[in-house]
């Protein structure tokens, strides 16, 4: 067969583009690289609204550490970031995030504004971005924390906004990607506002068990039970659902690693296993376990979005 073209390097525009793709797939993509920001910053009240099914409008406010105006516009910029220093640390990540990925590849494909204040300065600041491309930087009344607003997802990859399904579907998405973050970080007071309606809100009192209560309502949280577990390897904290309270599909089920939400196969069965012959068939126990372990024993470095891992240890 004859060739086509030779080979080239792809130019920059071309390699955003494609990193973009695969750091956001939709809307929700789009909460969970915000919402994990502003937990690494170490916020304690996370407010998230959306709009549109979020293609038209997300934005992400906190009261965390906040981005000094000089580090703005490195902040959008593919590979910059302020959690990894070293190869060594590399192999302990205790961040959600570490790649320096999220911001560019969201201002990539959206027109975002990024709006920062810092503890020590007395004004914050406010960046805009639209399709990779910086268009100033302003003076921002926002107090103490950071603001992300991302509007028009998509507007220049007509190609994968094909590919998103209605406004219903892209919101229960947002809505599950903000509730198992929520659930599994209860020191952090969450807000989600979709399409105008307040859909969940928790105290952030540090409590598994009451941020299920105030997200799936006190009936539901009645019929929990703790889980606290020390091992050798770490701890799991967090709750099942007693045997007669279950789910008929694993939308119920959440296992996070240090606060970080993922999925995995091999512990799902395993805690199945448990609930063996306790359920009816094709019934499924509900959970949050959060397994809190030395960050050298789990890689995460293994998926663009993160949501697998790699125990050293299984
Ligand atoms: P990463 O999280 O992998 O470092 P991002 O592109 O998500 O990459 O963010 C780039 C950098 O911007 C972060 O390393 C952090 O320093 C800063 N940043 C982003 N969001 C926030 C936020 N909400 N609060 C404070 N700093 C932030
Ligand atoms: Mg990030």
Redesign the pocket.
């Known amino acids: 067969m004859r060739r086509v073209a030779k080979i080239q390097v792809l130019p920059d525009k071309l390699v955003n583009l494609i990193a973009a793709g695969e750091v956001i797939e939709r809307p929700a993509s789009v909460v969970k690289?915000?919402v994990?920001?502003?937990l690494?910053?170490g916020?304690c009240r996370i407010t998230i609204e959306t709009a549109g099914g979020g293609r038209d409008f997300i934005r992400v406010t906190?009261d965390?550490?906040?981005?000094p105006k000089a580090?703005l516009s490195l902040?959008v910029k593919r590979h910059?970031?302020?959690?990894l220093q070293s190869v060594e640390q590399l192999w302990r990540i205790s961040?959600?995030?570490?790649?320096?990925?999220?911001?560019?590849s969201i201002s990539e494909v959206a027109h975002v504004e990024l709006a920062?204040k810092t503890p020590d300065s007395d004004v914050g600041w406010a960046l805009r971005v639209s399709g990779g491309r910086q268009e100033g930087l302003e003076p921002s009344g926002l107090p103490q924390?950071?603001q992300?607003t991302v509007e028009d997802l998509f507007f220049n990859t007509p190609a994968r906004a094909k590919y998103l399904g209605k406004q219903s579907g892209e919101n229960r998405q947002i809505i599950k990607t903000v509730q198992d973050l929520a659930l599994a970080n209860p020191a952090v007071a969450f807000r989600l506002v979709v399409e105008g309606e307040l859909r969940l809100s928790t105290p952030g009192d540090g409590s598994y068990l009451s941020a299920a209560g105030s997200i799936f309502g006190p009936e539901f949280a009645k019929k929990l039970i703790t889980v606290s577990y020390q091992g050798e390897f770490g701890s799991i904290i967090g709750w099942v659902g007693v045997p007669g309270h279950y789910g008929s599909n694993r939308q119920g089920q959440v296992f996070a690693i240090n606060g970080r939400v993922f999925r995995h196969t091999p512990f799902t069965y395993v805690v199945e296993s448990v609930f063996k012959g306790r359920l009816p068939v094709r019934r499924f126990p509900v959970f949050m376990l959060n397994i809190q372990i030395d960050a050298a024993g789990v890689d995460v470095n293994v998926h663009p979005t993160k949501q697998e891992v790699k125990f050293r240890h299984e």
């Open positions: 690289e915000l994990e920001n502003s690494d910053a916020a906190d965390g550490c906040g981005i580090e902040a910059a970031t302020s959690k961040t959600l995030g570490f790649r320096g990925e999220a911001l560019a920062s924390g950071t992300v």
